[in-house]
C-alpha cells in the first residue's frame, strides 16, 4: 500500500528513477522494472500532488524512459511512449508559453517516433513532424541558443533519416535544411 503524503511519494518516486537510470546501462530488464515502479508512484501522486502538471512531466520522463528501454512486445512499449506524449502534452497545454515544457515534449515525441520507425513508419513520420514544429518553436523563442538549433538539427536530420527509403528527394531536401542548424 502506497503512502498518501505526497511529499513522501516524491521522494519514493525519484528513488525509484534514478534506481532506474543507473540499472539502465547494466541492466534492462531491471531498469525497466523500476521505471514501472516509479510510474506506479507517479499514477499516485498525480491523485494526491497539489502540483498534478508538474507530475504529469515527471510521469512522463519515466514512461518515456521505459517505453525506450523495453524489448519484447513492441505495441507494450508503443502504448507507454504513446502514455508519454499524452502527458507531455497535458503539462504544455497548462503552459503554452512555457519553452521548456514545449523542448520536453519535442524531446519525448522524438523518443517515441524513434522506437516506431521501423515497425509503424506513418506514426513515426507524424511524431517527428510533430517534433520539427516543437524544436521550430523553441528555436524561434531561442534563436541564438546552441541547443535549441542542435534539437532543430536532429529533428529534421531524423526525419530525412525515416524518408531516405520511400523519398529521396525529400530526404536530400529535408537534410540541406538541417544542415542550416547544424552547430
Known amino acids: 500500500v502506497l503512502p498518501q503524503d505526497p511529499d513522501v511519494l516524491t521522494e519514493m518516486f525519484f528513488a525509484l528513477h534514478a534506481q532506474a537510470e543507473l540499472l539502465?546501462?547494466?541492466d534492462r530488464t531491471a531498469a525497466v522494472a523500476a521505471y514501472w515502479e516509479a510510474a506506479v508512484v507517479g499514477q499516485r501522486r498525480l491523485a494526491v500532488d497539489p502540483d498534478a502538471d508538474q507530475v504529469r512531466l515527471e510521469l512522463s520522463w519515466t514512461l518515456r524512459d521505459a517505453g525506450s528501454l523495453m524489448t519484447g512486445d513492441p505495441s507494450?512499449?508503443?502504448?507507454l511512449l504513446d502514455q508519454a506524449v499524452e502527458l507531455a502534452r497535458a503539462h504544455l497545454a497548462s503552459r503554452p508559453d512555457d519553452v521548456e515544457a514545449t523542448r520536453e515534449?519535442?524531446?519525448v515525441l522524438m523518443v517515441a517516433a524513434e522506437h516506431v520507425a521501423s515497425s509503424d513508419p506513418r506514426?513515426?513520420?507524424a511524431l517527428y513532424r510533430e517534433s520539427v514544429l516543437t524544436a521550430t518553436q523553441v528555436h524561434d523563442a531561442r534563436p541564438h541558443d546552441d541547443q535549441a538549433r542542435g534539437?532543430?538539427?536532429?529533428?529534421?536530420?531524423?526525419?530525412a533519416d525515416?524518408?531516405?527509403?520511400h523519398d529521396r528527394?525529400?530526404?536530400e531536401a529535408i537534410r540541406a535544411e538541417?544542415?542550416?542548424w547544424s552547430a
Open 24 to 26: 539502465s546501462s547494466r
Open 76 to 79: 507494450e512499449s508503443a502504448a
Open 105 to 107: 515534449l519535442g524531446w
Open 123 to 125: 506514426r513515426a513520420l
Open 151 to 159: 534539437d532543430l538539427w536532429l529533428a529534421l536530420t531524423a526525419v
Open 162 to 165: 525515416l524518408l531516405e527509403e
Open 169 to 171: 528527394e525529400a530526404a
Open 178 to 180: 538541417a544542415e542550416k
